[in-house]
């Protein structure tokens, strides 16, 4: 990729440097996973470009690899498909079970090979034949296509350099991160967890924060008053709850697709 984005013009040392930050923002999107199953994160959508900007600006890096850089979107931003906590996840599933995690490489290759196939088969199609905005998503097929344009305007227009403010913002976010890592490792009794601060950043957090509340809530009291037992016990009621929404999910597609509704949100502004 790196060859691939110099040879659209972007210098050697900005790509390397470009999904350098994108493989480490990958690896916390995967230990978040890990250690909290957060499945949506935005707070760092384009976090490798926000921070090349606040380092750089535009005084140190041309208009032509900001045109690179803003039309990678899916190269770098942390959108919900991402396959490796999903696949890690499955193969912790299997190990715990004692299903040797080679009989599921294959599986899971073939099924990542398999779904690429239709999935960019069925798009083009889809495209080509309805719209991408109006068939499938608006926003992906419209905003999307205009976002890194709008971005490259205003930024070009700028022409600043490093962003003083933003690498301040940098530095503190990171120790604010690091402290609480610190306080949650040392002190037993800490529970302010380090996911929450990065959590609290994001629009998504708008429609989940109550059921956060109300989920640490009631976990603190089951293992308080509880304990384990009552706390095991009670964990297909909780999991049945998520497969329930997932359920109910799929349910709603099926009867939008049925009856043609059009633009049908479970949640919005």
């Not at 690498?167 to 380090?194: D, K, N, T, Y």
């Amino acid at each position: 990729v790196v060859a691939w984005v110099n040879l659209m013009g972007m210098p050697i040392w900005l790509g390397t440097l470009l999904f350098v930050l994108t493989y480490v923002f990958v690896l916390m999107y995967h230990r978040f996973m890990a250690d909290g199953g957060v499945n949506l994160l935005w707070a760092a959508q384009s976090g490798p470009n926000y921070m090349l900007y606040g380092f750089f600006g535009t005084r140190y890096i041309d208009t032509r690899s900001w045109v690179i850089l803003l039309s990678l979107p899916y190269f770098i931003w942390p959108f919900k498909g991402l396959v490796g906590p999903q696949s890690f996840e499955g193969l912790k599933i299997a190990s715990e079970v004692g299903i040797p995690w080679q009989q599921l490489m294959g599986l899971i290759v073939g099924g990542i090979a398999l779904a690429a196939v239709i999935s960019y088969w069925s798009t083009i199609v889809m495209v080509y034949t309805h719209g991408g905005g109006i068939a499938l998503d608006r926003y992906r097929f419209e905003h999307v296509g205009i976002r890194p344009f709008s971005e490259l305007r205003s930024i070009v227009d700028a022409r600043e350099g490093p962003q003083v403010a933003k690498i301040m913002g940098f530095a503190i976010s990171g120790a604010v991160v690091v402290a609480l890592s610190e306080l949650r490792w040392m002190l037993p009794w800490w529970r302010l967890h380090p996911i929450g601060f990065v959590l609290s950043t994001i629009f998504a957090t708008r429609y989940m924060w109550f059921s956060l509340l109300v989920g640490s809530m009631l976990n603190w009291a089951i293992n308080r008053y509880g304990g384990v037992k009552t706390y095991r016990n009670g964990r297909p009621f909780f999991l049945g709850l998520i497969f329930g929404d997932f359920l109910m999910l799929g349910v709603w597609f099926v009867v939008c697709a049925l009856t043609g509704v059009r633009g049908f949100r479970l949640f919005g502004d």
